[in-house]
Every structure is written in C-alpha cells, then in structure tokens.
C-alpha cells in the first residue's frame, strides 16, 4: 500500500483534470466516463470483478465463500465540484480498494463479499440532485424522481444517462449487511486538535431558510433616524442575535448567514430591502427543530421592534442521520489498538453515508483536511493520514467479512 | 403666477423626457442645451437680459437702479440626475423666474438687480465633479482642476464644453450680495409634520467611509462556531452598534449603511469578507467628528472581539455649512405675516447653496416631496405647496431688492 495511495489519487484525478489545476468531473459527462472506465480496467487487474449497474454505479467484488451471499461495501462518489479537489470522494474509492487488495494479500479470500462503490453522483454539481447514484441503489430514488431535471445546458438528466445506455430501472441492494466510508473531513477540526482519525457518530441534519426583510427606501441625508424603516439595520439586529444563539448553544450546533444581498444597495439610499440565507445544522433533530423555532421567533420579534416586514421561508430540511453503534465501537477499538490518535465526532457535510444509513448499519473515517479546505484545488491531505485512515477502514473489514 | 408653476415645469421637462417618463439631462448633452436655450428664449421674452458664462450657467437679469450695481440672486440647476424628475433643480429655475416675473409686475423694477441663474451642474451624475457650475461661478473651480476628468463614453469634461463654446475660463461674481434657493425638500419631514415650508438653517456636513471586515471563508457544517472568523457575523454586530448609537443620538444626525457586499457570498460558506459603506451626516462639525470617531473605536473594538480583521478608508467628506441668519430670519417673518405653516430645518442633502453660503449670504426655501421621494420620475409637489414657495421667496427677493 505504501506511495500507492497518493500516486492513485493523482492517477484517478488525470480524468477530469481541468485549466485552474482542479478536477471538473461531473456526473455522465466524457471525463467522468472516462474515469469509471479507468477505474474498472484497474479494478479488474487487481482481481475485482466489476459491475456497472443501471445508473452508472460502479461495483467491484471480491466473492465471499459464505452463503447465502452477504456484502460489506466501502467506498464514496466519483464525480466532483467544478473546480474540485483531488480527495473529496477519491480518496473513500481508491482507499477503499487498496484496503481490499490489501486483506486479499495478507488474509486471503473473506467469508462475506467485500465491495466497492464508486457512486455515479453525490455533489449534485450537473444536476440538482444530489446523492442521486447511492439513492437509486438502495431503493431511495426512481426514474420519475428526475423528470424534467436538466443541467445548466438545458440537457435532461434522463437524455444524459441514456446517452450512455444507463436505463435508471435498478432492483434495491438487498445483501448489503454493512457501509463503511472512507473521506476528508472537509473541517480543520481533527488538524487543530490534532487528530490522525475521525470516527464519526452522526450526520448533521440541515435547516436552510431565506429570510426576506421589507423596510421602506429612502434618501439617506433627508431621512431623520425616526422616520425610518432600515431593512440593514433590521437584518444587522438579526443576524447578530441569531448568531449569538448559535454562539450560546454550542457545538454541534452551528448557524452561518452565507448569502446576503440588499436593495437598492446604494450607498447614499436607506435600503428598503435585505435578504440573507441561514443555514442551521444539528445533530439532533428536537435540539435542531428548537434552535430553528426559537430563531424564527426572535427574527419575528426584532421584524416587529424595527417596524419591518419579514418573510422566513424554509428551502431545504435533513434529518440527522446517526451511524452504527456496532461500527463507530469496531473503528474506536481499532484505533485504539493501533494507538492511532482519534476524536468521536460529527460529520457537517452531507455524504452518500446518510443516505445509506437508514437501512443498512453504516459508519464513516474522516482523515484530516489541511485548513478544512475542500472542494477546491487547494485541498490537501498528508500522504500518511491518507494511510492511516486506509488502514483503519482495513482492519473494520477485515472484522466484518472475515 | 396662478397655474403657471407647473405648467412651466411640464413645459421645461420636456427637454430630456426619457423613456421611463422621468428627466434624463446630464450637462453638455443635446438636451441640456435645448433646455438652455429655451429657458433663455423665454427669459428673454419675460424681459430679463440673459448671459451664458463660460461653463455654461444661465444668468439673467433685472437691471437694478442703485449704484454701484448690486445683484440679489435665486435659482436652481438645469442639469438632472438619470430618470430624475420634474421638480428637482427645476423648480429652483421656474419658481425663481416667476417670483421675479411677479415682483415686476407689482412693485415695477427693483433697487438692486435681481438675478436668476440656471447653474450648469450640481448632480454630478454624468462627470464625477458636483456642483461644478456654482463653484466656476464663484471661483471655487477651475478648468485644470477637471483635467482628466470623463464621462462613462470616455468623453472628456472639457471637450464636452468645449464642444459648447465655453472656455470654462471665468471670472468670479464679485457682485453678489445674497442668494436664495428654492428646491423641494428630498424628504418627508415637512409632509410628516404637516408644514407648507422649510426655513432651511443648514445643510449637513457629511463623512463618508468604506468599512472591509476580513474574517475567514470555511465550510458552513464542518466549521465549529468557535473556530469561525465569519465576517457577517463581525459586519452586523458593528452595523446594529453603528445604528444604534444613531439612533440615541437622535436628529440632525443621520447614519446609514446602503451599500454591503460578501464574499464569497454563498449560502453555504462561512464569509471571509464583508465590505460595507458608512454615510454620517450630522449639522455641527464638532458633534460629526466626535460621533464619527467614537463609531471607528467602536468598530474596531467589535473587530477585535470578533477576531477579525477591519480597515476603515475616509472617501468623502464634507463641512456643515450654516445658512444666513439674517435671511434665515427675514425668510421666517414672511412665513409668519403670511400665516404660512413652516418649519426651521437643516438639509440633509447637498445643494448648490452649500458652495455659496461660505462666501455671500445665502438661504434656502423647501417645500414638501410627496413621500419624501426624489430623484425619481415618481417626484411629486402639490402645486399649491409650490406656489407658496414661490411666494416666499418673491416677498424675500422684494426686501433683498427693493
């Protein structure tokens, strides 16, 4: 395994590579292709065999001698950002595989099939649906989900699969028996508390609103202060309120207002509008769903105090997701017994592994992110944490499929 | 003068109608000129003797009998903002001509020379030079200082006059012995509390400045809140502070916050950038530079707690200019013998006056704006509001003059 992981990535990253020193690999597009067809031919050298299924998942297995046949699988998402990073994604197929390679080696053929995913679609970067490719394979997503669903060319995402002979009509995996994923942290949090491991215990669910806020225009000199209705100003209240809550309440909390735009947005104008996104995220759902209630009600609050109209609505809610009890302890005792330096944690991001965790016990190993930084050129894992995490992910398949 | 008002204004107006049914008539365009010349068509018709200067100001004039020749000057600029509308500059024109017009017919010719002028310019909104007709006028301008100075189609200020005839090589008024100006108050101060006129005392002194906050960009789920430098957060926490202290110090200060920009700027991410303007008027120099200065610490002070980033740039500023007490008080006592509804006030927008009140004495009438808007084809004066401004200023002009 050792040099092989990096010199992969950058193989695997060849596909896709764009002019701003990134990969651009979007779902059914030629370098995405390109790269499921380097990656089987690959796989096959390496003695998998491999499988495309109707939405252009890739499969590889390694045959388990127990019947009836049940499957441990591992991996992560093939396509990428515009402009992405070599890791996010990569890293969970191509460590995913060089640990299978890696227990053929030294333990021989598993009981269970050991498989491996490279999920046709998770960024939902072409196409508005994100973690198209491990819903449709657990019987989570149907053709008729993506009808009238085009990308920025105005190409359906239906006309693009069958370009490539994929039919979308795909039986659920029924033998999967356990999901494990292997990613970037996407974070700084394990690189600050200087952590090699991050087992992770749940997936945030997500709260995402726009918030409008109606003032009235006005001419900023002949204004007196009394006669306004200043939507910034009302906004400012706001926004310094809902992120002093999410200060209060603490990890995993967090809140972020991303996005914010004003009108007329001149600066001699007193504006008459502003509207800002806020992004709240939890792991719990009743904390999520009372720190979301109790920001809507001060936002409504200071709308009022600040004789300003305002309109909150919701665009985008996910559940938290909790991994595997069983899993989460398998990758912490090996850990420890690898005396591997890890930190129980949460995953921000969203990922294929919440998708699949509902139905089948699922667990994910993050590695560091250099500066937290991802989807981007810049993204940057250390070569050894990229081993260690390889090794850990071996060591929980070995203990599941053999 | 009876239903002369707005005719004369429709009439004027049409000089640069626009599509979007306001007034589009930057200065040196076809239909500034046109304006001019029909102005001084009709000027000359009424009996005034009309002159353009060498920048392009209309000034025409009621000889006076006394000796040495002493001139009492009204008037407003020619020049409008894009899709502005009817009353703003024109009134000043339109109003002062039928003030005079009146003040002939009933007391005959005056003492002092009565004078109108069209100022070139005072919007600055096709040249970044505002005011530049009444500072030519009064010797506060001069060609070399627009030496490179250009329109949005690279048309040179100097070629544009030059185009015109004018050699912007002039001599200041030195003749002058006080000037009036009546224009609609850009505010709803006098509609909100039910007065005919603003006896205008001053005009705003304002500081302008950009406010750049740099935190850090990062994921919007994978970042903890207290490993966040997120920029929005530190801009609202200084703007409701900002505002606030606004707020306390109540009228005649005046902030505002029109402009705000974020970077990235997406609903995900963490900003790492926040770039906000800052407009403070106030009526005192002193009070503008202390309340100014304690904004500042109070901002850095924010940026400091908020561990981020902040620079502070000063890019426009101007002094209070206190108007004429003496007309200040006969303007008053008009108001009062005529039992007309009026309101001291300052002016928190920039005129031409604030160029000339430092050198003659000077005054301003203002009439009420429908909904305090300006600079809008929506502008709107009841007639009968102008026409006892109108009246106003003749009684003034008759004391002044006669």
Redesign the interface.
């Known amino acids: 395994m050792e040099n092989q992981v990096l010199e992969r990535l950058k193989w695997l990253a060849e596909y896709g590579k764009d002019s701003q020193s990134g990969i651009t690999r979007l779902v059914y597009s030629d370098p995405w292709l390109q790269a499921q067809h380097g990656l089987k031919n690959w796989l096959i050298q390496e003695g998998f065999s491999v499988d495309i299924d109707a939405v252009g998942n890739l499969l590889a297995s390694i045959k388990g001698a127990s019947q009836p046949d049940e499957v441990v699988l591992t991996g992560s998402h093939l396509d990428s950002v515009v402009n992405g990073g070599i890791y996010d994604g990569q890293y969970g197929i191509i460590g995913g595989a060089l640990a299978i390679i890696d227990l053929l080696k030294k333990y021989g053929p598993p009981k269970k099939t050991l498989q491996l995913a490279a999920f046709a679609e998770e960024e939902g970067s072409r196409f508005p649906y994100a973690m198209w490719g491990s819903r449709s394979m657990f019987g989570l997503a149907k053709p008729e989900d993506i009808d009238g669903i085009v990308d920025t060319d105005g190409i359906s995402m239906m006309d693009a699969m069958r370009e490539l002979g994929y039919s979308a009509e795909l039986s659920p995996k029924q033998n999967v028996t356990a999901f494990i994923e292997l990613h970037i ?5 394990l690189e ?1 508390e200087n952590k090699d491991i991050g087992v992770v215990s749940s997936i ?1 669910g ?1 709260q ?1 609103f726009l918030v409008t806020v109606l003032g009235e225009p ?10 306004r209705r ?1 939507a ?2 009302a ?3 706001m ?2 309120r809902i ?1 002093t809550l ?2 209060e309440a ?11 735009q ?1 009108e007329p ?7 008459g509008k502003a509207i800002f ?1 806020l ?1 709240v ?1 939890h792991t719990n759902e009743s904390d999520l769903e009372n720190i979301t209630h109790l920001i809507k009600a001060e936002i409504g609050a200071i709308a009022k105090k600040q004789n300003v109209d305002v309109k909150i609505e919701a665009w985008f809610t996910s559940k938290p997701v909790p991994m595997s009890e069983k899993i989460i302890t398998l990758l912490q005792e090996s850990c420890e017994r690898k005396k591997i330096p890890f930190k129980p944690m949460h ?4 990922h294929d592994s919440q998708v699949i965790a509902p139905i089948i016990p699922t667990a994910m190993i993050f590695v560091p992110s250099q500066s ?1 930084i ?1 989807h981007s050129p810049l993204e940057y894992t250390d070569e050894q944490a990229l081993e260690k995490g390889i090794e850990v992910l071996a060591e929980a398949l070995h203990q599941l499929a053999y």
């Open positions: 942290e996407q974070g700084s949090v600050k945030v997500q995402r006005n001419h900023a000199g002949t204004t007196p202060m009394g006669y200043d910034m100003k906004a400012s209240f926004i310094s992120l999410a200060d603490g990890d995993p909390l967090v809140a972020t207002v991303g996005n914010f004003l947005n001149i600066s001699n104008v007193v504006p996104t992004d995220r995953s921000g991001a969203a937290g991802s």
